[in-house]
């Protein structure tokens, strides 16, 4: 079975890869796009390909102040798609006089990255991004960057933050992890506990000793999940993932840290990052290989992924998501690995 692409806002670029009159191919959605930044600073993204015959803006196209102009003719497209000059042309042609020839997509740029809105019948934004607080701070580090394509859908790598018991049998979890979890709305939100060697206040471990570790993780739509990694140090990871076509994906993870703390806490910090993505080398081939079950077989120490596939149907904008909605929950699951 093979899922649709679910609607919400997409991270396409960092921000500090697109300089103004940068003009970049991209690719997702199972749709030819260009990226750029106008001479005034305003990132935008927008249908591909010139509508006059057909050349790819991304490739070869110029920023002309808040324009595009396309390689093939020069004709010029401003950032709502709308043609506004053909230099050869004594006129624009009648039926692209103040239309929009190219679809815009609705763009922010939030947590130093670049977002777009997708939804497959075009209709405006239903929900906001969050702000990552952390990221607003001049005291917290640049990003450490990195990133995955992997053949696989969002929904399917999603739930990895609810299956609790794979925490264990991938990841070498020392114990089923405890986690408390809720759904509202585009939001989801996982509080889980792990037990670790216990740190003090100079990043000393005492491995005779554990003391409990949350990571608190949080969805905002399908394409945004935070991650925070509190002990004696904090650790933020941006993590964001976008449709390259309804079967195929780009996963980027980005962390960052606060500047000022120890040599020892930057050493535990770094390897702590060094592992999460370690990590994800086990979960690829699970998701590459796997198929996706309509109906599963689940018993009541696998945590609430009934719950979150209802959740998660929201982000469909097609005739079939009844099929994703039709696997029974209760609601009266709010802890995983203590049902």
């Avoid at 922010?108 to 405006?124: F, G, K, V």
């Avoid at 079967?247 to 993870?253: A, D, Q, T, V």
Wanted: hydrophobic share 35%; aromatic share 12%; proline share 7%.
């Amino acid at each position: 079975m093979e899922l649709p692409i679910p609607f919400g806002w997409y991270a396409v670029a960092y921000s500090d890869d697109l300089s103004p009159g940068d003009v970049q191919p991209m690719y997702y959605f199972d749709e030819h796009m260009v990226l750029f930044r106008t001479d005034s600073g305003k990132a935008t993204v927008m249908q591909a390909h010139c509508p006059h015959l057909g050349a790819h803006l991304g490739h070869g196209g110029k920023v002309t102040g808040d324009r595009i102009a396309c390689p093939f003719h020069a004709w010029e497209f401003n950032t709502q798609g709308e043609c506004v000059n053909v230099p050869y042309a004594t006129s624009i042609p009648k039926q692209a006089q103040g239309k929009q020839c190219l679809y815009s997509y609705p763009v922010q740029e939030r947590n130093r990255m670049i977002w777009a809105w997708y939804h497959p019948r075009q209709l405006p934004p239903l929900f906001d991004l969050d702000d990552i607080a952390e990221l607003q701070n001049p005291g917290w580090s640049d990003y450490d960057l990195y990133e995955w394509e992997i053949n696989s859908c969002i929904q399917e790598t999603g739930e990895n933050g609810v299956d609790i018991a794979h925490f264990v049998y991938v990841h070498s979890a020392r114990e089923m992890p405890k986690a408390k979890i809720s759904l509202d709305k585009h939001r989801r939100e996982t509080d889980m506990i792990t037990r670790g060697p216990a740190i003090d206040e100079l990043g000393n471990l005492d491995f005779d000793k554990l003391e409990d570790s949350h990571l608190t993780s949080k969805n905002c739509g399908p394409g945004m999940t935070t991650q925070v990694f509190s002990r004696a140090f904090k650790t933020i990871m941006l993590g964001t993932v976008i449709p390259i076509t309804s079967s195929r994906l780009k996963l980027r993870f980005a962390f960052s840290k606060p500047t000022d703390i120890s040599d020892m806490f930057n050493i535990l910090t770094d390897g702590m990052i060094a592992e999460i993505v370690r990590q994800v080398q086990y979960d690829i081939p699970i998701w590459e290989n796997k198929v996706y079950r309509e109906s599963p077989l689940l018993c009541n120490g696998d945590g609430p992924i009934a719950k979150y596939r209802q959740w998660f149907s929201q982000f469909y904008d097609e005739p079939d998501a009844d099929i994703i909605r039709s696997v029974p929950f209760s609601d009266n699951v709010k802890t995983a690995g203590r049902e």
